[in-house]
């Protein structure tokens, strides 16, 4: 399924029901995804400034004892503003800061945290299944220039038996053509959408090799161009 992401928006809130907590507040950090068949829609499904607002009112400004009903009333008020290109909203939220003790006389952990999702009636999750495959992956590929910081994230499933079977490199696609393709074209199509590009990254991988299986390509805008306290804007599109 491909979305679009609010990657680690960083809020200060009471939630919890510890006296403390309730007094005090601390940091939550929050995932946001917006999912749905045409990303290109999903993007223009509610504005930045919407989903902002829906996570002031709803997980900043108003107090919930269990971290479990922060995401459910985020996800529900998020997918409500939404136009029906969206068909889920999925959020995970960390809480770095727990009253958790884990065994005598207590230990550490990195955080606790809720996942869950809001989802159109009579929709059902749809998952790329790229684990179906083997594939090839690029993990974190960055491009900057003057104006564009971008990390691009590209998997490739393809036909790749018989290179493993004979150990031979002719038949394999290399991670030099994925990493090429994917900086490539990101910089020539630096002007566009993050989802535009995005979609001109998988169909570039088509055009090279029209056998593949299945692509999945990410990419992460670490200049965002919205007032949130997020470390960037995470788009997938999988074809």
Do not use: W
Request: proline letters at 3%; one cysteine or more; charged letters at 30%.
């Amino acid at each position: 399924m491909n979305y679009k992401m609010y990657k680690n928006c960083i809020i200060f809130a009471t939630h919890g029901d510890c006296q403390q907590e309730r007094e005090l507040g601390q940091r939550f950090v929050l995932d946001i995804y917006l999912l749905g068949r045409d990303l290109n829609k999903v993007c223009n499904a509610i504005s930045d400034e919407a989903v902002e607002k829906a996570v002031k009112e709803v997980a900043v400004d108003t107090h919930y004892d269990l971290v479990q009903a922060v995401v459910y009333n985020l996800s529900n008020r998020i997918l409500s503003e939404c136009t029906e290109d969206v068909l889920e909203v999925k959020i995970e939220l960390r809480k770095p800061c727990s009253t958790l003790r884990v065994g005598p006389p207590g230990g550490l952990i990195k955080h606790i945290g809720s996942h869950g999702s809001a989802r159109r009636e009579g929709y059902k999750t749809e998952y790329t299944n790229m684990e179906d495959y083997r594939y090839t992956r690029v993990d974190a590929a960055r491009i900057f220039n003057k104006d564009v910081k971008f990390e691009v994230d590209v998997d490739v499933a393809f036909p790749m038996e018989d290179s493993i079977r004979e150990d031979n490199v002719a038949y394999s696609f290399s991670y030099t053509t994925i990493y090429d393709t994917a900086v490539d074209t990101t910089l020539a199509n630096k002007d566009k959408s993050p989802e535009d590009i995005l979609q001109e990254i998988v169909n570039n991988i088509y055009k090279i090799n029209p056998k593949v299986y299945k692509v999945r390509a990410t990419i992460r805008n670490l200049l965002p161009e919205n007032n949130m306290s997020i470390d960037c804007m995470e788009y997938q599109f999988v074809k």
